[in-house]
Each structure stands twice: as C-alpha cells, then as structure tokens.
C-alpha cells in the first residue's frame, strides 16, 4: 500500500490521499466529519500529526495513537474492499489522483458501498470502534436504522479526538 500512495504522492504531489479498509469504516457521513476535523485539525496550532494523512487516518479511527489507528482501519491481509479518502484544492488533481488509484488498484470506484452495511461489516464497526450491544440499544433512536446508530456512535468518537487533546 505504501508504493500506491508513494505513486499518487509523485504525480499529484498537490492531493493527500489515506487508504482505509471500508468494513471499518463507519459510513460517507463519518468520512466526510472525520475527514473536516482533521483538516480542521491539521491546519491548527494543535494537530496530531506531521503530516494530513496521518491525521485522516487518526480522525477515521479515532484513535490519537498510530499503531492503534492502523490496527482499526488500516488495510491488511483480510481487507476485501479499501476506502480512499483524497483531499486537495483543485478538483482536477483528486479526480485524477482517483483516477490514477482506480488503475494502479485494477478496480473501478463505487461510492454507494460507503453506505452498504451488509451484517459482517456493521459487526466489524461495532467491534472496531468498541461498540458494546448494551451502548448500542442504549443509543439507539426510534425508527432508527441500527447503521445510522453505529454511524453516530463512530462520529461521536471521532469528534472527542479534537477534545482529548
């Protein structure tokens, strides 16, 4: 993995690009917040990290702690589907930073997967993010999808990483 975004890096040196595994990753929802907040993060006086894909990675995980962040949401041998999180401030490059990951990885993007929860993926979530079954009934709103629940438990979780510090 570290040759793929080594390979963006070198022709989109203007975009950042994270790669996560997508059965560990809580929804678009909480991509797009955890991604805000590390930007928000990394453009302050008290970010994580030294560079902003490490801070993605810290803020999807939402975990301070590298080791523990990759260990979450990291990409491994069991991955079957990656989730790429590109920022930049032209549109061009993170088209075709996505673009040129879609080549390198042999595999067409499909956006809708970020909010397919099939049962082994919201169990991987839960287990991730250290969702119990007592917090999740807890939570859980009327009429709400459990997905939905996981999802704001997971933002939740990301969000207190800005108060932890």
Not at 91 to 110: C, D, F, H, M, T
Not at 137 to 142: C, D, F, G, Q, V
Request: aromatic share 4%.
């Amino acid at each position: 993995m570290e040759e793929i975004l080594r390979s963006t890096q070198e022709k989109f040196p203007e975009v950042c690009v994270q790669l996560m595994d997508l059965n560990k990753s809580a929804g678009s929802r909480y991509i797009f917040l955890s991604t805000y907040n590390a930007l928000k993060s990394f453009h302050s006086k008290q970010r994580i990290s030294r560079t902003l894909s490490m801070e993605i990675l810290l803020y999807v995980s939402a975990n301070r702690q590298i080791n523990e962040a990759i260990k979450r949401v990291g990409i491994t041998a069991e991955t079957e589907k990656i989730t790429a999180v590109a920022v930049g401030s032209l549109r061009e490059a993170v088209i075709g930073a996505g673009e040129l990951l879609e080549q390198i990885l042999g595999i067409k993007s499909a956006d809708e997967l970020l909010d397919s929860w099939p049962p082994n993926r919201l169990d991987s979530i839960q287990q991730s993010f250290g969702i119990t079954s007592k917090e999740l009934s807890a939570t859980i709103r009327k009429d709400e999808a459990i997905c939905e629940s996981i999802e704001r438990l997971a933002i939740e979780r990301s969000a207190l990483l800005t108060v932890k510090k």
